[in-house]
């Protein structure tokens, strides 16, 4: 998933990157290759310590290849299928599951630490293609001190925004070209069904919402709340993450405020799940195997939401005070099955294309 609200700030903290060419050597000087390729989004990141446990534990060094956001990193992986860049894909959410399913890209591997992991999320569990890694909840932020100067109560529900108390508020991504911006059209397919999504559409575009090309653009140019776009920013609601509030305590000034600055519409959200597979063709399989195995470990869990602020997907994996204090719950998230999404993903974006306008 672009997924994470992280992506600017935490970019430092990501591990040694390749060229965008090649991939793993099945050799080193006639001997099994000891370094495991990751390919990703650009949004992954993971503590040196946390790799150097998996390179301790399996022998092999992990390499990260970023391929820019997900959707290009899924349709780069479908145009090299069978001599892969590398030797695990990172970062296909179930908003692009089906297509690369589709495509056989890759080998099953039934990762340990499956057991650890709700059913709900394990959505290719009867082959094992890809493994369930991490969750995030895309839904819609608010600015506290905007509404709290407005007196006006911050909107809760995808009915709110069309609300005319909240005309020219909303910043939302092109479902095109973002990930969080597909998530959130979907959330609106799954609330309001095949029939009834584009006349919502028609009634936020009469009152006022505003379409930007990607998250970045929209949190941080935009969205009032943001420490970036306080001072700059025109708009108080914007598409982002259930866990974008504590993203903001992390980087802000004030380490340990009331509440954080900005909240979350937690009736607007769409679930995203995050899959890691084997590569068919990779050079390095058994490396491959045991990255996701890692993946799955709670070393791995533990160390990824302050890294690349998501949630674990194991049950046992404990969060950060910051997470469990500043973040929100989603209990109820919109939803549509994969293979809806498979069969309309293109043709919905088409459509709210043409309707944004």
Not at 9 to 26: H, I, M, P, Q, Y
Not at 143 to 160: C, H, I, M, N, V
Request: proline fraction near 6%; aromatic fraction near 8%; charge should be negative.
């Amino acid at each position: 998933m672009k997924r994470t609200t992280a992506t600017a700030l935490v970019s430092a903290l990501a591990v040694s990157s390749l060229a965008a060419c090649g991939g793993s050597d099945d050799t080193d000087g006639g001997k099994p290759s000891k370094t495991v390729t990751l390919v990703s989004h650009d949004s992954f990141a993971a503590s040196k310590d946390v790799l150097k446990e998996f390179t301790r534990e399996s022998g092999y060094e992990v390499k990260v290849l970023r391929g820019g956001d997900a959707g290009t990193t899924v349709n780069q992986a479908i145009l090299s299928k069978g001599n892969p860049q590398g030797d695990v894909l990172f970062g296909i959410d179930n908003t692009m599951l089906s297509k690369a399913l589709d495509a056989d890209l890759f080998t099953p591997h039934e990762a340990e630490g499956l057991s650890q992991v709700p059913e709900g999320v394990q959505l290719d569990a009867d082959r094992n293609r890809v493994t369930p890694v991490d969750t995030g909840d895309v839904c819609v932020n608010y600015d506290r001190a905007y509404f709290a100067e407005k007196k006006l109560d911050p909107p809760q529900t995808l009915d709110d925004l069309a609300d005319p108390r909240y005309k020219d508020l909303l910043v939302v991504q092109n479902a095109a070209t973002s990930s969080p911006g597909l998530a959130f059209l979907l959330a609106t397919v799954g609330a309001y069904g095949e029939d009834g999504w584009a006349d919502y559409w028609k009634k936020l575009k009469a009152n006022g919402v505003e379409m930007v090309d990607g998250w970045e653009q929209a949190y941080n140019d935009h969205f009032t709340g943001s420490a970036s776009g306080r001072k700059k920013g025109d708009r108080p609601l914007v598409v982002s993450y259930a866990s974008s509030p504590p993203v903001e305590v992390v980087y802000g000034d004030d380490q340990e405020p009331e509440q954080a600055p900005t909240g979350v519409s937690t009736g607007t959200c769409f679930r995203q799940v995050e899959f890691a597979g084997l590569l068919d063709g990779a050079k390095n399989p058994e490396g491959g195997k045991a990255l996701l195995d890692f993946l799955l470990s709670r070393a791995f869990q533990e160390d990824m939401p302050l890294n690349m602020f998501v949630n674990p997907v194991r049950d046992d994996a404990e969060l950060p005070e910051v997470f469990t204090r500043y973040g929100e719950r989603i209990e109820d998230p919109h939803s549509v099955s994969p293979a809806k999404i498979a069969d309309n993903r293109e043709q919905w974006v088409k459509q709210w294309s043409s309707l944004l306008k």
